[in-house]
């Protein structure tokens, strides 16, 4: 992999996760998904919770991609298409792979990842003419519970990949990061399930 001068060139979104874990889907997908599943509450975890095989649904055709259970830190987000390399500098290493995850990108354009417990009081008006969705805590600080990434709608495969700093930095400096390497597709035949693997990087 070729150096990258700039410690941030993989990426210069963070999420702050302050539950257990990520999600990433696409806003209208997903919509659509609990639609047509008649699924009106907005206490989305705990409904998947006792509905395992609603969620292994939505993970299988690629409505939700969800990344659990990890620390409750804060991570570098990047989402890159397979024909763009992904290079890391000499601090970083790579320490977790998982491919064949799916993914289903809507009309909107667009892929929302941040902490899963954003889907404890699920709204996506939240989301519209956003590109974030952040807040302050009592002492001041900017956290972003959500990013947004443009991506074109399509089908994807989706490579996960996690790294981290090979010498830890001090707070408030992301030391733990995830790119999401996508792969457009005609068939989602396959899948990955994501909750089944090891995917703590900050204890790898």
């Given at each position: 992999?070729?150096e990258?001068?700039?410690?941030k060139a993989?990426?210069?979104?963070?999420v702050?996760?302050?539950?257990?874990?990520?999600?990433?889907?696409?806003?209208?997908?997903?919509?659509?998904?609990?639609k047509n599943?008649?699924?009106?509450?907005?206490?989305?975890?705990?409904f998947?919770?006792?509905?395992?095989n609603i969620?292994?649904?939505?993970?299988?055709?690629?409505?939700?991609?969800?990344?659990?259970?990890?620390?409750s830190?804060?991570?570098y987000?990047?989402v890159?298409?397979?024909?763009e390399?992904?290079e890391?500098?000499?601090?970083w290493?790579?320490?977790?792979?998982?491919?064949?995850?799916?993914l289903?990108?809507?009309?909107?354009?667009a892929?929302?990842?941040?902490?899963?417990?954003?889907?404890d009081n699920?709204?996506?008006?939240?989301f519209?003419?956003?590109?974030?969705?952040?807040?302050?805590?009592?002492?001041?600080?900017?956290?972003?519970?959500?990013?947004?990434?443009?991506?074109?709608?399509?089908?994807?495969?989706?490579?996960l990949l996690?790294?981290?700093?090979?010498?830890?930095?001090p707070?408030?400096t992301?030391?733990?990061?995830?790119?999401?390497e996508?792969?457009?597709?005609?068939?989602?035949?396959?899948?990955?399930?994501?909750?089944?693997?090891?995917?703590?990087?900050?204890?790898?």
């Amino acid at each position: 992999m070729s150096e990258v001068k700039n410690p941030k060139a993989m990426s210069e979104k963070i999420v702050d996760v302050s539950g257990y874990g990520l999600y990433c889907l696409s806003i209208e997908s997903f919509t659509s998904f609990l639609k047509n599943h008649n699924i009106k509450t907005k206490k989305l975890n705990s409904f998947f919770d006792k509905n395992r095989n609603i969620l292994e649904e939505a993970i299988k055709d690629g409505y939700l991609l969800p990344i659990a259970t990890i620390n409750s830190i804060a991570y570098y987000i990047e989402v890159k298409h397979l024909s763009e390399a992904v290079e890391l500098g000499e601090e970083w290493q790579e320490v977790l792979t998982i491919e064949n995850c799916n993914l289903r990108v809507g009309t909107d354009s667009a892929i929302w990842i941040g902490t899963l417990d954003t889907l404890d009081n699920w709204n996506p008006a939240d989301f519209k003419e956003q590109e974030s969705i952040s807040y302050e805590t009592l002492d001041g600080e900017t956290l972003h519970s959500s990013q947004k990434f443009t991506i074109t709608p399509a089908d994807y495969k989706v490579k996960l990949l996690g790294f981290k700093r090979k010498k830890i930095l001090p707070y408030p400096t992301a030391n733990f990061g995830f790119v999401f390497e996508l792969r457009e597709t005609s068939s989602f035949d396959s899948f990955t399930n994501p909750l089944v693997e090891n995917v703590n990087i900050a204890k790898m």
